[in-house]
Nanobody, 124 residues
Framework: QVQLVESGGGSAQAGGSLTLSCVRS????????MAWFRQVPGAERERVAG???????TYTASVKGRFTITQDNAKNTLYLQMNSLKPGDTAMYYC??????????????????WGKGITVTISS
């Protein structure tokens, strides 16, 4: 069973930076499509960024140019570098994975494995 464990969350001031990490274990396949989602209370989980097995990335419009998703395949670790943070980035952030992806794949319904989430709080 694939397990995902997030780390690196916490608090920062607007304009600051944080880096989230997600370690994947229990792999059954050679590669996975990995992603970050976020959710605020009372709202649906929204996509943030994704990276496929070939390293192609996709971002939601609100974070494009500020966030960068990368992965270290040797360490089975996914990262989200978040710069120029805004109070609107405050949310619970979730790491997610799926074995195969293609096309417009970065949607909650397409992901198979989820981490428990980590809190990010940005103050103005």
């Amino acid at each position: 069973q694939v397990q995902l464990v997030e780390s690196g969350g916490g608090s920062a001031q607007a304009g600051g930076s944080l880096t989230l990490s997600c370690v994947r274990s229990g792999d059954l396949y050679d590669s996975y499509c990995m992603a970050w989602f976020r959710q605020v209370p009372g709202a649906e989980r929204e996509r943030v960024a994704g990276i496929d097995a070939e390293g192609r990335t996709t971002y939601t419009a609100s974070v494009k140019g500020r966030f960068t998703i990368t992965q270290d395949n040797a360490k089975n670790t996914l990262y989200l570098q978040m710069n120029s943070l805004k109070p609107g980035d405050t949310a619970m952030y979730y790491c997610a994975a799926v074995e195969v992806c293609g096309g417009d794949w970065l949607w909650e319904m397409n992901m198979r494995y989820w981490g428990k989430g980590i809190t990010v709080t940005i103050s103005s």
